[in-house]
T-cell receptor, first 111, second 112 residues
Framework: SQTIHQWPATLVQPVGSPLSLECTVE??????LYWYRQAAGRGLQLLFY??????ISSEVPQNLSASRPQDRQFILSSKKLLLSDSGFYLC??????????FGPGTRLTVL | SQKIEQNSEALNIQEGKTATLTCNYT??????LQWYRQDPGRGPVFLLL?????KEKRKERLKVTFDTTLKQSLFHITASQPADSATYLC???????????FGTGTRLTVIP
């Protein structure tokens, strides 16, 4: 069966510090991968998606970036965090454009 | 892009009653529509998918309808239980793009 992992589970970072969130998927090959952000009381905002290694599509311009160095690894990064980057970050995978399967999420607080 | 409205931010119902949640969309007609459940501090979990040529789909106590004329989906939970309390999200396909558009969700509370 397929599983999706995210780490860390929680993170508290000062403004201006770098960020690296990691997501890995097991049990499937060549998945579509997604990064979402969910602010408190808000909906899911798609940040990036990837259909293959090195292929990244950005949905929202911001100070975040994503990379896919391996087939089942997706990384979300920032060089300098802003207060507005606080939120709940979710990684998801899908085998087609249909159902998406979400990871447990990372709660990021920028102080 | 797609605009999605889930008309109630919060819905409270008595245990045993049927909960009905609404999802309305504008712009293009999606090829399919999905419903997810999200518990606090957790990622969404897929519940049901209904395609544009399907009027209704059921899974245990869950029922989803899809009216492409009204541009609306209804999500029903029959014989609701306190364990059904959660936020329910609807999502539509991205018109050929490799993504989904999610609504902001309806927070359902089932009162014992």
């Amino acid at each position: 069966s397929q599983t999706i992992h995210q780490w860390p589970a929680t993170l508290v970072q000062p403004v201006g510090s770098p960020l690296s969130l990691e997501c890995t998927v097991e049990g499937t090959s060549n998945p579509n991968l997604y990064w979402y952000r969910q602010a408190a009381g808000r909906g899911l905002q798609l940040l990036f998606y990837s259909v293959g290694i090195g292929q990244i599509s950005s949905e929202v311009p911001q100070n975040l970036s994503a990379s896919r160095p391996q087939d089942r690894q997706f990384i979300l990064s920032s060089k300098k965090l802003l207060l507005s980057d606080s939120g709940f970050y979710l990684c998801a995978w899908s085998s087609t454009t249909d159902t998406q399967y979400f990871g447990p999420g990372t709660r990021l607080t920028v102080l | 892009s797609q605009k999605i409205e889930q008309n109630s931010e919060a819905l409270n119902i008595q245990e045993g009653k049927t909960a009905t949640l609404t999802c309305n969309y504008t712009n293009y007609s999606p090829a399919y529509l999905q419903w997810y459940r999200q518990d606090p501090g957790r990622g969404p979990v897929f519940l049901l998918l209904i395609r544009e040529n399907e009027k209704e789909k059921r899974k245990e106590r869950l029922k989803v309808t899809f009216d492409t004329t009204l541009k609306q989906s209804l999500f029903h939970i029959t014989a609701s239980q306190p364990a059904d309390s959660a936020t329910y999200l609807c999502a539509l396909d991205g018109a050929g793009a490799n993504n989904l558009f999610f609504g902001t969700g309806t927070r359902l509370t089932v009162i014992p």
